[in-house]
Every structure is written in structure tokens, then in C-alpha cells.
């Protein structure tokens, strides 16, 4: 089922399942765009016509809810911090409920 898992974008109102940051790099958005990162206190920098991000920031803290410019930006960057699958909480078999710990199933 691991392997099943796939990348998922944050969405705004969502709790966070692990911390995220935004790595320094060029963003390739203009320079039109750089109030956006303002708001989010993350330092920048124009080069070569786009926005760079100069130092890797914290955005989000695990266990947290989402902000919906913290989701925007991250969708804007194309950055899917999150994981999507599904978890074994119970196995039905021929009448009997068995739990994941029993058949050694682990995540």
C-alpha cells in the first residue's frame, strides 16, 4: 500500500501531517509577484527578470492548519508536500474482523 501512496498538494483548512519548508531557488515568476512573499515574511530577491527565493524558509509547522496563502504559494511553486494512500484500519474475511497488527501488516 506504500507504494500506492502518491503526492498531494496542501490545501488551505488542511492539518499539516509533517513540517514544510520552501527550499531557496528561482521561482520563475515575475517580479509582479513579489508582495505575495512579503506577506509570508520569506526573503527574495529579483534575478535575471523572476523572483528568487534567497534562504530556505519554514512555512508550516506538523499538526498545523493550513493557511490559504501558505497553500497558494505552494501550488504557485508546484511543490505537492503531502502524501495521499490508504490506511489498513480493519480486514474483513469470511465473517471474522481482524486487525493490521494480527495479519503483520505494517504501513
Not at 531557496?24 to 509582479?32: D, F, R, S, V
Request: proline fraction near 5%; include cysteine; glycine fraction near 8%.
Amino acid at each position: 500500500l506504500l507504494s500506492n501512496k502518491v503526492a498531494a498538494p496542501a490545501r488551505a483548512g488542511a492539518i499539516a501531517p509533517c513540517d514544510v519548508s520552501v527550499e531557496a531557488q528561482n521561482t520563475g515568476m515575475g517580479p509582479e509577484q513579489t508582495s505575495f512573499f512579503q506577506a509570508l515574511t520569506i526573503s527574495t530577491k529579483i534575478a535575471k527578470g523572476s523572483i528568487e527565493i534567497v534562504s530556505k524558509r519554514h512555512l508550516i509547522k506538523e499538526g498545523t492548519k493550513v493557511g490559504v496563502s501558505e497553500a497558494t504559494l505552494l501550488q504557485m511553486l508546484n511543490v505537492k508536500p503531502f502524501a495521499d494512500g490508504l490506511v489498513i484500519e480493519n480486514i474483513y474475511d469470511n465473517g471474522s474482523v481482524f486487525i493490521p497488527v494480527i495479519l503483520h501488516i505494517t504501513d
